[in-house]
């Protein structure tokens, strides 16, 4: 078969397969104070889906009037651009707070200027119990919570609170909330159909501990009588009962888990995850891959940094059994042996591994890596206690594929981006003024070449990710520095330095993308 006809084989699987659309799934990652490298407290999250926009913006605090209202809204699909979207439509308004505080604002909300974080990871739950009658989704939930709370645990009684009154109106999800002392995961599923409502559990990670969440509930017993490490609604076994999910004369405890996501302890796509996470984090313990639980949190053999979460984003299980790039595989015309075919990669066709059956097909409850070619966006963040909020609070960003993308860090105390950070890229269609198509450009492409454009993205992306790291001492000192003195300047210096910082990085994938278009011309 000559290579045109290869490549244009590949292509049409390649477009096939997009065309049908990815089922959502986010991965996120929490690390307690005592097992960070460096005190902080980190939580994460992949945002995998290309649907959801990729704008940052940097929302300022405010001051309301009594009597104020807010506007809520809710996702929808969006087809009036040049790309398949999510919009939002309105489902009601609420009573404002006298007092917002500023926060960083991607399509989830991800930190705000006390250091609270959140990340985010759906898991969908029993479909019977999502109702379209409350006024509140994920996305609104961490706005509402960013703009509100000074730590995490405010967070939660306060999302708790105001999901109950106004009702839940998504599916199942999960939020993992820190700030600077402490990491929890807040599991949510709705009422019930017709309901206005919420369900809802918390469990904190003990502080020498790491978490991880990839589509699937993971609260399983819960301990009212501890309150320093549960939270939950007044409802939360009751309505089990009520509905069946759970009945306590059968001599088991309740399991939050099992009585509202049942399927998530089936979903391979999960549990792999949860496993490969976990595992790399703590080999000593030899989880087992095929396990239907893995411990809520475990101890870390070493402290963890930022960079380490990078790392296990960047995962596709490489040198593992369930690699899925062994499974590409050829016939040598001239030798008659199996070799690995040049479109071996872990992400394109985009679902050759359903296509193929790899390791059970993919799907929500199939196979899939931790890196996605479909993820918009991803979030690490730092809050840090020995430094002003504004300077201690770092959101880690990078745009889509977690494998190819640099982390430029975010302060807390900015007061502005560049403007193609702050341009939707599925608004826009393709265009120089959204930061984002410099990332997902690189990332196509290095798929189809995988083998060989790897370690071409790898040498612009790592000395990026080093510099950006290492530096960040630096201006974490200026900036405490100056904060002491005149928090104006302070948060004018952040500012400066992350606007730079996210310009050197679109530039140096702009510059990327041309050059392997160039390079490989000859080589498709």
Known sequence: MCKPLIILCALSILFISAGTGPVLGCTSIMVGTKASADGSVMTSHTCDSHRT?????????????????????????????????????????????????????????????????????????????????????????????????????????????????????????????????????????????????????????PDDHVAVYANAARIRLIDLDNPEFYMTSANVISTAVEMGFYDPESGFPFQFCYAYDPGGRRSMAAKRREWRALDLLAPSLKLHPESENYPFSVKPEEPVTPLRVMEIFRDTYEGTDYDFVKHFTVTDEKTGQTVKSPLANPFMPYDANKLFKINGGWGWRGERTIARWYTMYATITQSRAWLPDAVGGIVWFGYDNCAMTTFVPIYAGVTDLPEDYRTDGRTTGFSRDSAWWAFNRVATLAAHRWGDMRQDVAAVRDPLQEQFLTGVTGIDATAARLYQDNTAEARAFLTGYVKGACQAVVKAYWDLGDRLWTQYDEKW
Do not use: H
């Open 53 to 205: 926009s990729s704008a940052i913006e940097v929302v300022p605090p405010a001051q309301y009037p009594a009597g104020a209202t807010i506007t809520l809204t809710k996702r929808s699909d969006d087809n009036s651009g040049p790309m398949e979207r999510y919009g939002r439509e309105v489902t009601g308004t609420i009573p404002q707070v006298a007092e917002t505080y500023g926060y960083l604002n991607p399509a989830y909300a991800c930190m705000n200027e006390f250091q609270v974080a959140i990340g985010e990871s759906t898991f969908g739950g029993r479909e019977e119990l999502q109702s379209d009658k409350g006024l509140i989704d994920c996305e609104t939930l961490t706005r509402l919570m960013l703009e509100r709370a000074t730590t995490a645990r405010d967070a939660i009684r306060i999302g708790g609170a105001l999901i109950e009154e106004y009702g839940w109106n998504d599916a199942g999800e999960v939020l993992t909330i820190s700030d600077e002392k402490e990491a929890w995961a807040m599991e949510i599923i709705g009422p019930g159909k017709d309901k206005v409502g919420a369900i809802w559990a918390a469990q904190r990670v």
